[in-house]
């Protein structure tokens, strides 16, 4: 069974203790930012080798390096083949910058976006545009005409908006 699949299986058991399950996730955070610290110490680096040696290399279990680099996936430059991944599969963590940045806002993973090693990458406002970026991109926005108090509901009732679903 390839590695991502195991993970999944183990990290989203519905079956698990939620005390242990609770437990792998509070490790896996812990690595994870430990993880974002030495690549973002040195964001330029491209890093690459096997599951394993990378695992070896940031000190952390197949399982947990498997989690990372499901995560992150998105974020490279050049995307790894995760699906089929095995140990002794090459992998690279070449990522791009900004949009690891915005991955980690939208995941909502403040312990990383707010990494003191995002000082040396970006300004304060480069860090606040990033992040403006982001939240405006999953922010829905209903286009076309405002619908007054007094016209027609949209919901075809035959009433006034005012008297149907536009009551507070």
Sequence with gaps: MALLQQWRDMAYDQQ???????????????????IYEQLLSNPDEIVKGTVKELAEKYNVDIMTMTGFLDGIDESLKVRNPIEE????????????????????????????????????????????????????????????????????????????YKNCCGKA
């Design 16 to 34: 698990a203790d939620k005390g242990k399950l609770q437990n792998l996730w509070r490790v896996y955070f812990l690595k994870e930012k430990e």
């Design 85 to 160: 991944m095995e140990e002794d599969t090459e992998v690279n963590l070449e990522f791009d910058k900004a949009l690891l940045y915005k991955n980690m806002v939208g995941a909502k993973a403040d312990w990383l976006y707010e990494l003191p090693q995002w000082d040396e990458i970006y300004t304060k406002e480069e860090k606040e545009a990033l992040y403006k970026e982001q939240k405006l991109s999953t922010t829905y926005r209903r286009e076309g005409k405002k619908i007054g108090r007094n016209d027609p509901c949209p919901c075809g009732s035959g009433k006034k």
